[in-house]
């Protein structure tokens, strides 16, 4: 089945200093991660503590349909990013980036899916280079298919992409997921956590762009009857006196009408 598909950028965006795992969202106040530039980034320092209580930066950002007749079937996650000079300094910490999902109807903190990658042991490698202190320059970095295998970009399947099905009553996060895109919007929340140590707090990525890629069943064309090559058989009728090139065998007698008995195309 064809599918076409689109890039989301978020339509909300939040960062803030927050509870691991966070409970509340406010306005941005760091920089923009849906502007396509390299002017602005958003920093996330790695989670510490403070007081007793346990603290990490949180980037969350809200994906909705634009088009809400169009049924999704499946998605990815994307992100272009780089390491901060603070933590490529330091390649031996340990930090784990989390990724949350949820509704935008959601209260904060509730979600319906969680995964996280860490610095020790990334498989698929794309944030293994990111979470070791290796990436200098901002560059892209596909999420992997289900923790493992990086997603097929130009193959849109159950196999290698997120699935996305309203039907599904065994399947808890693709039917979520539908009802968040379907209803209010979906929410991604991004942060990283630091190990049982707790690091300083230090700058740990510099995050320039977060898309949602989606793909979308393709309807079938609809018929269209091919349009006639040749005149047809009416302009060719035979009759009137003038025989064979007569112009009456071309138009018919006004006088006397067109024949309708036998070896007319009528």
Same mark, same amino acid.
């Given at each position: 089945?064809?599918? =076409?598909?689109?890039?989301?950028?978020?339509?909300?965006?939040?960062?803030?200093?927050?509870?691991?795992?966070?409970?509340?969202?406010?306005?941005?106040?760091?920089?923009?991660? %849906?502007? @396509?530039?390299?002017?602005?980034?958003?920093?996330?320092?790695?989670?510490?503590?403070?007081?007793?209580?346990?603290?990490?930066?949180?980037?969350?950002?809200?994906?909705?349909?634009? @088009? +809400?007749?169009?049924?999704?079937?499946?998605?990815?996650?994307?992100?272009?990013?780089? @390491?901060?000079?603070?933590?490529? %300094?330091? +390649?031996?910490?340990?930090?784990?980036?989390?990724?949350?999902? =949820?509704?935008?109807?959601?209260?904060?903190?509730?979600?319906?899916? &969680?995964? &996280?990658?860490?610095?020790?042991?990334?498989?698929?490698?794309?944030?293994?280079?990111?979470?070791?202190?290796?990436?200098?320059? +901002?560059?892209?970095?596909?999420?992997?298919?289900?923790?493992?295998?990086? *997603?097929?970009?130009?193959?849109?399947?159950?196999?290698?992409?997120?699935?996305?099905?309203?039907?599904?009553?065994?399947?808890?996060? %693709?039917?979520?997921? /539908?009802?968040?895109?379907?209803? &209010?919007? $979906?929410?991604?929340?991004?942060?990283?956590?630091?190990? &049982?140590?707790?690091?300083?707090?230090?700058?740990?990525?510099? *995050?320039?762009?977060?898309?949602?890629?989606?793909? /979308?069943?393709?309807?079938?064309? +609809?018929?269209?009857?091919?349009?006639?090559?040749?005149?047809? $058989?009416?302009? $060719?009728?035979?009759?009137?006196? !003038?025989?064979?090139? !007569?112009?009456?065998?071309?138009?018919?007698?006004?006088?006397?009408?067109?024949?309708?008995?036998?070896?007319?195309?009528?």
């Amino acid at each position: 089945m064809p599918y =076409s598909i689109t890039e989301l950028a978020p339509v909300n965006q939040y960062a803030t200093i927050g509870y691991s795992p966070p409970t509340a969202q406010t306005p941005a106040v760091f920089g923009s991660v %849906a502007d @396509d530039s390299d002017a602005t980034f958003t920093t996330l320092e790695a989670e510490y503590q403070e007081s007793g209580d346990r603290y990490s930066e949180v980037l969350t950002l809200d994906f909705a349909l634009p @088009d +809400p007749t169009m049924v999704p079937a499946f998605y990815y996650m994307k992100m272009r990013a780089r @390491d901060n000079a603070d933590f490529a %300094a330091h +390649p031996e910490r340990f930090v784990e980036f989390m990724f949350d999902y =949820s509704a935008v109807a959601d209260s904060p903190g509730t979600t319906f899916d &969680s995964w &996280s990658r860490n610095s020790s042991g990334a498989s698929s490698g794309q944030f293994g280079a990111l979470a070791n202190g290796e990436v200098i320059d +901002p560059a892209w970095f596909d999420f992997a298919y289900m923790g493992d295998a990086p *997603v097929d970009t130009a193959n849109p399947t159950a196999d290698t992409w997120f699935q996305i099905d309203n039907g599904d009553t065994t399947g808890y996060v %693709a039917h979520q997921t /539908y009802a968040a895109l379907a209803g &209010s919007g $979906l929410r991604f929340t991004f942060y990283p956590r630091a190990d &049982s140590n707790l690091d300083p707090r230090t700058a740990y990525i510099d *995050v320039y762009e977060v898309r949602m890629v989606v793909a /979308y069943a393709q309807a079938a064309a +609809p018929y269209v009857a091919p349009a006639r090559a040749t005149p047809s $058989l009416r302009m $060719l009728q035979r009759g009137g006196p !003038g025989g064979m090139s !007569g112009i009456p065998r071309m138009i018919g007698n006004p006088v006397r009408g067109l024949r309708q008995g036998p070896g007319s195309v009528y």
